[in-house]
T-cell receptor, first 115, second 115 residues
Framework: KAGVTQTPRYLIKTRGQQVTLSCSPI?????VSWYQQTPGQGLQFLFE???????NKGNFPGRFSGRQFSNSRSEMNVSTLELGDSALYLC??????????????FGSGTRLTVV | AQKITQTQPGMFVQEKEAVTLDCTYD???????LFWYKQPSSGEMIFLIY??????QNATEGRYSLNFQKARKSANLVISASQLGDSAMYFC????????????FGAGTRLFVKA
């Protein structure tokens, strides 16, 4: 079966612009989580969506937002980009049964560079 | 608060030997899940193994096993018969009720397998 698909793979944006990243989870996975990975901060949790509802949110400013569609595809948006937003953004989908998460399947990530 | 600690920034191991990557965690949740992920230089995170806090036996997946010591709050990953392709970053992660079931990651351990 197809894996988690993230688009685009690479992105270069200018400070002040906004960006939208897309994630298509594995078929049947209704949970989608987003992480920001940087060399200094490691993997930082952004948010988690389940059946179109945001279930959890990390400690990021309101410039970071997301949504999930009825087909479980998810997008995250970053507005008013800052240099510090340069990072690898990873999307992960998971199958949750009776409240138990049996592990993420990650996408290849979107490498965002803000100049 | 939940926390994952990986104290080994880097590790070297000879090909075909076994290696243990350390992970300790802190949580007050009675029920939680522990995970290990591998991140090769390509960037994609790969799920390796899962251990539930109530599981009586240590999890195993092929050459990977998880040495789970609940009282000591440790969940070390053991890789047997190391291969050159095992060279990568390895992340320990935990998911529990505190924080709304979001998964948190340790800082990672970079493993180098020598020929």
């Amino acid at each position: 079966k197809a894996g988690v698909t993230q688009t685009p793979r690479y992105l270069i944006k200018t400070r002040g612009q906004q960006v939208t990243l897309s994630c298509s989870p594995i078929s049947g996975h209704r949970s989608v989580s987003w992480y920001q990975q940087t060399p200094g901060q490691g993997l930082q949790f952004l948010f988690e969506y389940f059946s179109e509802t945001q279930r959890n949110k990390g400690n990021f400013p309101g410039r970071f937002s997301g949504r999930q569609f009825s087909n479980s595809r998810s997008e995250m948006n970053v507005s008013t980009l800052e240099l510090g937003d340069s990072a690898l953004y990873l999307c992960a989908s998971s199958y949750i049964e009776q409240g138990t998460n049996y592990g993420y399947t990650f996408g290849s990530g979107t490498r965002l560079t803000v100049v | 608060a939940q926390k994952i600690t990986q104290t080994q920034p880097g590790m070297f191991v000879q090909e075909k030997e076994a290696v243990t990557l350390d992970c300790t965690y802190d949580t007050s949740d009675p029920s939680y899940g522990l995970f290990w992920y591998k991140q090769p230089s390509s960037g994609e995170m790969i799920f390796l193994i899962y251990q539930g806090s109530y599981d009586q036996q240590n999890a195993t997946e092929g050459r990977y096993s998880l040495n789970f010591q609940k009282a000591r709050k440790s969940a070390n990953l053991v890789i047997s018969a190391s291969q050159l392709g095992d060279s990568a970053m390895y992340f320990c992660a935990m998911r529990g009720h505190t924080g709304g079931f979001k998964t948190i990651f340790g800082a990672g351990t970079r493993l180098f397998v020598k020929a």
